[in-house]
């Protein structure tokens, strides 16, 4: 700030000053020019070598120019030199993916209770898991375990009968296909957004990601069709294009294990169907793990958890849960009724 107000200051000074002594070299020019001291010509020349002096003088007051730069790389530097909390030395490589949370408890560093507490569950390939539960109850926090985002906490997390801390990050990675809450998309057009997930992938397998992501029909609404610039961020899209473009970057790359963290919230009823639909029919022998806020899209579900304070409270299939008295089923009656009570 006190940059700043030395800037406005300097800035309106040094135009004054110039403007002044141009008005001076001209005024008492003339005076000496009338008294036959010196010629026009002599005024003229004086007055060009002083605005060519003026740039050279701007310059010589601009060496704070590379103090800021100085401070902004070293921000910079700062950034880059930054090191990774979670030392990746695994080598082995996930094969079947099913997993297993053995009493698994996860606290932040700077939290004052669990985010995760005593999880434990079993995943087999093929199957789906849904997990609900209120705002902050710890779905996300269950879902940065499996992707090694962060140090793991007490208890076992097992992966085709390997911890996960002797996985490989980046091939264990190799097998997600993640959507998370945020959608990142790129001041690109739609086809590199989504090529994005798998660079090598054929025109079959572009087109197919589309229809699974049920974004075939907004796509055929646009005008310049899989070209479309959709701007940073995906500031000319919907938040619904937004997540499908996202949903079918994962799908393209046909990945062992699919991750929808809280992905069909901007879309519509319908549009959600035909997501589900999708992934019902063409991920059976793969496993899908859905975190969602409308009970509707985990009703196939092979499991389904709900957390709560990050403990499992309720856990079984659709009908089991929504024939119980816990909140699953309050969840479930509040949605049919549509929101009556």
């Known amino acids: 700030m006190k940059v700043e107000k030395l800037d406005a200051f300097f800035q309106p000074l040094t135009i004054i000053v110039v403007s002044s ?8 020019g ?8 010196i010629t026009v010509g002599e005024l003229i ?31 910079i ?51 789906t898991l849904g997990i609900v539960g209120k705002t902050g109850s710890g779905k996300s926090t269950f879902i940065k375990q499996l992707l090694k985002i962060y140090p793991e906490g007490s208890g076992d997390l097992i992966i085709d009968g390997v911890n996960i801390s002797s996985l490989n990050r980046e091939k264990l990675r190799d097998k997600l296909g993640y959507v998370s809450q945020e959608n990142i998309l790129f001041s690109r057009t739609v086809r590199e957004n989504i090529m994005f997930g798998k660079p090598d992938a054929t025109e079959a397998e572009l087109t197919e990601a589309i229809k699974l992501s049920a974004f075939d029909e907004d796509l055929a609404r646009m005008p310049e069709g899989l070209e479309t610039l959709v701007g940073e961020k995906g500031v000319s899209l919907s938040g619904g294009q937004k997540q499908r473009i996202s949903i079918a970057r994962s799908l393209i790359k046909q990945p062992d294990i699919l991750i929808l963290d809280d992905a069909l919230s901007a879309v519509d009823a319908r549009t959600e169907t035909r997501i589900i639909n999708h992934i019902k029919d063409n991920r059976k022998d793969k496993t899908t793990i859905i975190i969602t806020h409308r009970l509707s899209a985990v009703h196939h579900a092979d499991k389904i958890i709900v957390l709560e304070n990050g403990k499992i409270v309720e856990s079984g299939t659709h009908q089991a849960l929504s024939n119980g008295s816990g909140w699953y089923s309050k969840q479930n009656d509040y949605f049919i009724t549509g929101g009556e009570s």
Do not use: C
Not at 21 to 28: C, D, L, P
Not at 30 to 37: H, P, S
Not at 57 to 63: I, S, Y
Not at 81 to 107: P, Q, R, Y
């Open 77 to 127: 530097q700062n950034v880059l030199d930054e090191t990774d909390d979670l030392n990746d030395i695994g080598e082995a490589t996930v094969k079947e993916t099913n997993f297993n949370f053995n009493e698994v408890t996860f606290k932040y560093p700077t939290a004052q209770h669990n985010s995760l507490e005593d999880i434990t569950i079993e995943l087999n390939r093929g199957e």
């Open 30 to 37: 003339a005076v000496l020019v009338n008294n036959g001291i």
């Open 21 to 28: 002594s141009i008005a001076i070299s001209f005024g008492y």
């Open 45 to 75: 020349t004086f007055n060009v070598y002083l605005n060519m002096l003026i740039w050279p003088m701007f310059a010589l007051g601009m060496f704070n120019i590379m103090e800021r730069g100085n401070a902004s790389y070293d921000r």
